[in-house]
């Protein structure tokens, strides 16, 4: 028997997405969607640590705050940012102020700036695990596998930081790497 919740419009969705109208339009239009692009991806991990120990909410409703101080997740512009810039994001009450999260972002885009266009495009999607049957129940999705432990492992030894095998799973399933829609939600892929 599946887990899935009937939303405002009667259609079946995964019961997290239902708290909250952000939370539907997020659930429905973006997480699970493939995401592709540098950048892109880059933004994504980014704010999976920030959301490491906080709700993805919070994380959610200082989106916008969050890709004004960081330059719109641009790996080049954030690669140059100094310690002044660092100082002025631990001011900047529209993201997450915490300074080992703001530090591991900034260090990260200095490491991807060394990588080719589509290098890191190129090597997240190489993690996507082959698809698997549609979790029925929250508890058959899990927080971290095999490949997030991967993926977190090989981040890591090219540089990067706070990329554990949690946050790389969350941002597996946020970019699309895996289809954890339950199977009778209406926004599950095929």
Not at 117 to 145: N, R
Request: proline content about 6%.
């Amino acid at each position: 028997m599946s887990e899935a919740v009937a939303g405002p419009d009667g259609g079946l969705r995964c019961p997290w997405a239902l708290s909250t109208e952000d939370y539907i339009t997020y659930h429905d239009e973006e997480w699970g969607r493939p995401v592709h692009g540098d950048d892109a991806l880059y933004e994504r991990l980014s704010l999976e640590a920030f959301q490491s120990g906080l709700s993805w909410i919070t994380i959610l409703r200082r989106r916008e705050g969050f890709r004004a101080a960081f330059a719109g997740f641009k790996i080049a512009e954030v690669a140059t940012f100094t310690d002044a810039d660092r100082e002025r994001l631990l001011l900047d009450t529209g993201i997450i102020r915490n300074r080992l999260k703001i530090d591991a972002t900034i260090a990260n885009a200095r490491v991807l700036a060394d990588w080719a266009p589509g290098e890191l495009d190129d090597f997240i999607w190489s993690h996507a695990p082959k698809p698997g049957p549609a979790p029925k129940t929250l508890g058959d999705v899990p927080a971290v596998t095999e490949a997030s432990t991967a993926l977190s492992k090989a981040l890591k030894k090219r540089g990067l930081k706070f990329v554990g095998p949690t946050t790389a799973y969350a941002l597996m399933q946020a970019c699309g790497l895996v289809n954890d829609h339950l199977a009778d939600c209406v926004a599950r892929l095929p």
